[in-house]
Structures are given as C-alpha cells and as structure tokens.
C-alpha cells in the first residue's frame, strides 16, 4: 500500500511517498502563493498510485481547504491528523491534547521510535524553536516555545534603527560567539541562545527524569544550532514525515479529520 505523507506550514510544504515499509525522497517548495491546481500538479496529481494521503499541517484552513480540493480532484481524500491524547506510542502531556501543535506531535512520535527505551528532547527549528520531552516511556513531559534564532535576528533588525543600521554588511565573521561586525554579532548571537538553552533544558530534564535525555533536532535551522551544543544530539531533517509513516503503518492512525 503506498502513501502520500505530506508535512505542510504557513509558507513551506514536504512530501514524500512511502511504500514497502520504506520512505521516498523528501521533496519540498514554498507553497505561499499556490492555488488548488499547483497542489494537484504538484504534489498529489504527481504521486501516482497512492491509497491515501495523510497530512500533518499548521497551514491554516485557508490552505488546508485547498490541499482537499486538490486530492478531490485527483481521485483521492486528505486525512489531517489530529493531535489525540495517545497515539504512536507517545502519550500528550497537555491537559487539552488538541492545543500540541500536530508539527510537535507528529515529531514526537517519529523521535520515541527512532530513538527508543531513551529519553528524547524533540527540538523544531523554524520560525519559532520548539522543544518537547518525551520521556523513554512515551510520556509527553511538557515543551518550551522560543522565537526561533531567524525570528530573533529579523526583531532586532526591524525593531531597532540603530542595529539595523550598523548590520548593512559588513563580514559574516567567524564560527565562534565572539563577532567583530554588528552582523555576525547578531547571527552568532541568536544562535548560540539558542543552543544555550538546549543544553540548559537537557540539565533541566536530567534533574527531572534522573537520565539525561539525547537530543533530536529538525527544522531548517538545526543544521546551524546543531554544532554549537554541548550535549549529545542527532539532526534528522525528515523527522515530520517518519512520523507520520509511524502513525499510518506501525500502529493505528490517531483519529482524523477530513475537510
């Protein structure tokens, strides 16, 4: 049975085809100013073969409605997950489940099962920085949402005339914290806070589990944040979309929605 798995927020769309317990190659675009027919062309219409297409999306129903009419038209339904209180082994910590987003869900479950018997920190980078711990049971202990080290360097560019100002140009400057230009001080700097409180929120979570949790990092910062950590961690860019082959295949879907 081959799926369309399909990872779609407010400006970037992934998708990817699993078949035969395997995941295709991850593809992905800037879906801001698509229309129904670019979805279908795209993303579904190019899928062919597929028995059904699951989606995890923070898009909004704007967009959502969209990508429906999209797999109407080509011969098929879109199943929005919805974030329940237990599914793919992970268990939600939120006293009202539905206010998770389903992008730290959906990832939760992927990084319990990549990672299993260990305690996780789930960290998106994106526009905002996510963290959630699940522990090696499953548990969802709670999460911590940050501006992402983007969303930093752009208020201080828009908020401020003078550091807007003196950052036109200069030298990107090295890999360390300290810069010698007002632009590397600014991208250096909302990174290594980022990073900081990684490490922060893994001492956290060792004092409250009493095992230090290994680090899962996804999103299209990671890649910048990842070195900078003095704890053990792993980056793995598809992170959504394997979680999604685990709610579809290993265990019975969460409950859905269709629109």
Not at 104 to 115: D, W, Y
Not at 135 to 143: I, M, N, P, V
Not at 194 to 218: N, S
Request: aromatic share 4%; charged share 25%; net charge positive.
């Amino acid at each position: 049975m081959a799926l369309l798995l399909i990872d779609i927020g407010n400006t970037r769309i992934k998708w990817a085809r699993f078949d035969q317990g395997r995941l295709g190659a991850r593809r992905a675009a800037n879906h801001a100013d698509w229309r129904v027919e670019d979805y279908k062309r795209r993303v579904i219409g190019a899928a062919r073969g597929v028995t059904r297409v699951l989606v995890a999306s923070v898009a909004g129903r704007k967009v959502d409605r969209a990508l429906s009419q999209a797999a109407r038209r080509a011969g098929t339904k879109c199943e929005f997950i919805a974030v329940p209180r237990l599914a793919g082994g992970v268990t939600v910590g939120y006293q009202e489940p539905w206010r998770l987003g389903v992008d730290r869900f959906v990832t939760a479950v992927a990084a319990h099962h990549l990672f299993k018997g260990v305690p996780v920190w789930v960290v998106g980078v994106g526009t905002a920085m996510t963290l959630d711990l699940i522990a090696a049971d499953g548990r969802h202990k709670g999460g911590v949402i940050v501006p992402a080290p983007a969303l930093m360097v752009d208020t201080l560019l828009t908020r401020t005339s003078g550091i807007r100002r003196r950052a036109q140009g200069g030298a990107p400057g090295p890999k360390g914290l300290l810069a010698r230009s007002t632009r590397a001080a600014i991208r250096q700097g909302a990174r290594f806070a980022a990073a900081a409180l990684i490490d922060r929120a893994v001492a956290e979570a060792e004092d409250l589990i009493g095992k230090r949790p290994f680090v899962v990092l996804t999103g299209g910062e990671s890649a910048a944040v990842r070195p900078l950590l003095k704890s053990p961690a792993a980056g793995v860019p598809d992170l959504l979309l394997k979680g999604l082959a685990v709610l579809a295949h290993e265990l019975p879907p969460p409950r859905s929605r269709r629109r």
